[in-house]
């Protein structure tokens, strides 16, 4: 007979609690991040190092289109590298202008400059207006208030939210912000200075506000009466997250201008590299009888890493996985269902929900104040914060968008029965919220 000898005791590491500390003693803090330590992903599956499973309904913030882990994201990756991974812009690369022939066949004659991010794509734009208004004396851009336009020093001046530029003055000046949506206040404010208007499609920070077909029609005459450029920044709604390829582009569908609307700049980031840090923005050839397309000219902007061959065969890459699989369409068909389910759940749960809103896989719903649902009253946290952390308990990323929305911005493959999976679980968070 075997001896019985007890086991070796079992060596639990918790390399959540090492990863934190690590954070703790050497990463600026600038972010309030959650209690979770990532893993590794697999389309819309992401573990934390515990080995938990989440559904991702967040891909990033609106970054991770293909989900993660994606075989032809790795492939583009992998063979590009081999290759070349890095030239300057000093020379010429076949990637940069073959990724640029793309943006530009989906938008309008124009031209694209490519950078690293989304604040950096709307500086380009910032330089651009400041330019072409710059021998008349016009500097000044229009934005949103609730907008958010990214963190460097113009991009806190662009954004319409205290909130990120507290404690950073003196503020880059030239920027101005109106109430979103609201025509007549663009109308108003518009002073000898002003150059530009910049505003998203779809409020992604200030809690997930489309612009209305009336609005962004309107700016559009109205920049061209007033010689101004119009400017969306479409760096989280962008990039097929509406069900097109932009949100203006969904947003006009059924009306008359929905051919003739053209902007005069777009800026984009997030979603265009599936997770590969890539921005651009695009501008039109000509607006109000200036050359646009050929205002920035030699040496008048750059970035070093801008439009790598690495970034740009990834980022064509993404585009072909999503024209090929027809994943427009799955946004559009997938993202009506998700609105129809999130209107629901406003209409049966009125008590919890204020209102649901947002286009294709760029969804949320706004919460009632946090006193008026029982199960978060008593926590001095954010509404949107608390069922986000719910929401993780039960096994679902989503991102707060502001104090009040949570917000959907899956991968455009994540399919219906996974989807359909979270949502119930979304559901299920929700009514519990009643106890
Ligand atoms: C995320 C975001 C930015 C900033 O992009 P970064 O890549 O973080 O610099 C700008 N505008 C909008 C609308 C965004 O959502």
């Given at each position: 007979?075997?001896?019985?000898?007890?086991?070796?005791?079992?060596?639990?590491?918790?390399?959540?609690?090492?990863?934190?500390?690590?954070?703790?003693?050497?990463?600026?803090?600038?972010?309030?991040?959650?209690?979770?330590?990532?893993?590794?992903?697999?389309?819309?599956?992401?573990?934390?190092?515990?080995?938990?499973?989440?559904?991702?309904?967040?891909?990033?913030?609106?970054?991770?289109?293909?989900?993660?882990?994606?075989?032809?994201?790795?492939?583009?990756?992998?063979?590009?590298?081999?290759?070349?991974?890095?030239?300057?812009?000093?020379?010429?690369?076949?990637?940069?202008?073959?990724?640029?022939?793309?943006?530009?066949?989906?938008?309008?004659?124009?031209?694209?400059?490519?950078?690293?991010?989304?604040?950096?794509?709307?500086?380009?734009?910032?330089?651009?207006?400041?330019?072409?208004?710059?021998?008349?004396?016009?500097?000044?851009?229009?934005?949103?208030?609730h907008s958010f336009h990214g963190r460097t020093l113009a991009g806190i001046a662009a954004t319409g939210q205290d909130k990120v530029k507290q404690g950073f003055g003196p503020l880059t000046p030239g920027f101005r912000h109106v109430p979103f949506?609201?025509?007549?206040?663009?109308?108003?404010?518009?002073?000898?200075?002003?150059?530009?208007?910049?505003?998203?499609?779809?409020?992604?920070?200030?809690?997930?506000?489309?612009?209305?077909?009336?609005?962004?029609?309107?700016?559009?005459?109205?920049?061209?009466?007033?010689?101004?450029?119009?400017?969306?920044?479409?760096?989280?709604?962008?990039?097929?997250?509406?069900?097109?390829?932009?949100?203006?582009?969904?947003?006009?569908?059924?009306?008359?201008?929905?051919?003739?609307?053209?902007?005069?700049?777009?800026?984009?980031?997030?979603?265009?590299?599936?997770?590969?840090?890539?921005?651009?923005?695009?501008?039109?050839?000509?607006?109000?009888?200036?050359?646009?397309?050929?205002?920035?000219?030699?040496?008048?902007?750059?970035?070093?890493?801008?439009?790598?061959?690495?970034?740009?065969?990834?980022?064509?890459?993404?585009?072909?996985?999503?024209?090929?699989?027809?994943?427009?369409?799955?946004?559009?068909?997938?993202?009506?269902?998700?609105?129809?389910?999130?209107?629901?759940?406003?209409?049966?749960?009125?008590?919890?929900l204020r209102a649901a809103r947002g286009l294709g896989f760029m969804q949320g719903f706004e919460l009632r104040p946090r006193e008026e649902i029982p199960a978060l009253a008593s926590v001095d946290r954010p509404a949107s914060l608390q069922v986000?952390?719910?929401?993780?308990?039960?096994?679902?990323?989503?991102?707060?968008?502001?104090?009040?929305?949570?917000?959907?911005?899956?991968?455009?493959?994540?399919?219906?029965?996974?989807?359909?999976?979270?949502?119930?679980?979304?559901?299920?968070?929700?009514?519990?919220?009643?106890?």
């Amino acid at each position: 007979m075997k001896d019985i000898v007890p086991g070796a005791p079992a060596i639990v590491r918790n390399e959540h609690a090492e990863v934190k500390a690590l954070f703790h003693e050497h990463v600026v803090p600038s972010y309030g991040r959650f209690d979770i330590t990532a893993s590794h992903g697999v389309g819309s599956l992401v573990w934390d190092v515990s080995g938990r499973r989440y559904i991702d309904l967040g891909g990033g913030i609106a970054v991770c289109c293909l989900g993660h882990a994606h075989p032809e994201v790795t492939e583009a990756l992998a063979e590009q590298s081999r290759r070349l991974v890095h030239v300057s812009n000093l020379y010429f690369q076949s990637h940069q202008g073959q990724l640029a022939r793309t943006v530009t066949s989906h938008l309008a004659p124009g031209r694209v400059f490519f950078c690293n991010s989304g604040a950096e794509a709307n500086e380009g734009l910032y330089k651009l207006a400041r330019r072409f208004g710059h021998d008349e004396g016009r500097f000044e851009i229009l934005t949103a208030t609730h907008s958010f336009h990214g963190r460097t020093l113009a991009g806190i001046a662009a954004t319409g939210q205290d909130k990120v530029k507290q404690g950073f003055g003196p503020l880059t000046p030239g920027f101005r912000h109106v109430p979103f949506n609201d025509l007549l206040a663009v109308e108003d404010a518009i002073s000898p200075a002003t150059v530009a208007v910049l505003v998203e499609g779809i409020q992604g920070e200030g809690g997930i506000t489309p612009a209305t077909p009336e609005y962004l029609s309107g700016l559009r005459r109205l920049c061209d009466e007033r010689r101004i450029l119009l400017l969306i920044d479409a760096v989280q709604c962008g990039h097929f997250r509406s069900g097109r390829y932009q949100s203006f582009q969904r947003i006009l569908e059924g009306t008359s201008d929905k051919e003739s609307f053209v902007p005069d700049g777009v800026s984009m980031a997030k979603s265009m590299g599936g997770g590969f840090p890539i921005g651009a923005f695009w501008v039109r050839d000509k607006a109000h009888g200036v050359e646009l397309g050929t205002l920035l000219g030699p040496g008048s902007h750059g970035t070093t890493f801008g439009g790598t061959p690495l970034g740009c065969a990834v980022a064509s890459r993404i585009f072909h996985v999503i024209e090929r699989d027809g994943l427009e369409a799955r946004v559009r068909q997938d993202g009506d269902w998700m609105s129809e389910t999130l209107a629901r759940w406003a209409r049966e749960m009125p008590d919890i929900l204020r209102a649901a809103r947002g286009l294709g896989f760029m969804q949320g719903f706004e919460l009632r104040p946090r006193e008026e649902i029982p199960a978060l009253a008593s926590v001095d946290r954010p509404a949107s914060l608390q069922v986000v952390n719910r929401l993780h308990e039960a096994g679902i990323l989503t991102i707060p968008s502001g104090n009040h929305v949570v917000r959907f911005l899956p991968a455009y493959n994540i399919g219906r029965p996974l989807l359909g999976e979270a949502l119930s679980v979304v559901e299920h968070v929700l009514r519990s919220l009643r106890e």
